[in-house]
């Protein structure tokens, strides 16, 4: 199974963008899809992840500002009123079964850094 991400790049503060994934390869069924983050120095945390009944979590400091969306076996985050903070590499996760029988495991896209500066 690989991950596919894209849409990272600079914006100024207050500005928007909306980062893509999609899944491709053995997939049965996908559990849940989601985006985490790693900025300089600190530790890998999750923005927001869809389950596969469409229920939806996000980080305390995300919320509000950030939309995680699925169709299939892709996965979108639309980022609004972005912050300094926001700064990070943003990764694409997916909880993938990739047949009847087999357990469902993690995959891990390739990140794609966001920069959010004036």
């Known amino acids: 199974v690989q991950l596919q991400a894209s849409g990272g790049g600079l914006v100024q503060p207050g500005g928007s963008l909306r980062l893509s994934c999609a899944a491709s390869g053995s997939i049965f069924s996908i559990n849940t899809m989601g985006w985490y983050r790693q900025a300089p120095g600190k530790q890998r945390e999750l923005v927001a992840i869809?389950?596969?009944?469409?229920n939806t979590n996000y980080a305390d400091s995300v919320k509000g500002r950030f939309t995680i969306s699925r169709d299939n076996a892709k996965v979108y985050l639309q980022m609004n009123s972005l912050k300094p903070e926001d700064t990070a590499i943003y990764f694409c996760?997916?909880?993938?079964?990739?047949?009847?029988?087999?357990?469902?495991?993690?995959?891990w896209g390739q990140g794609t850094l966001v920069t959010v500066s004036s």
């Open positions: 869809s389950t596969s009944g469409s």
């Open positions: 996760n997916a909880n993938v079964r990739s047949g009847v029988g087999y357990l469902p495991r993690n995959y």
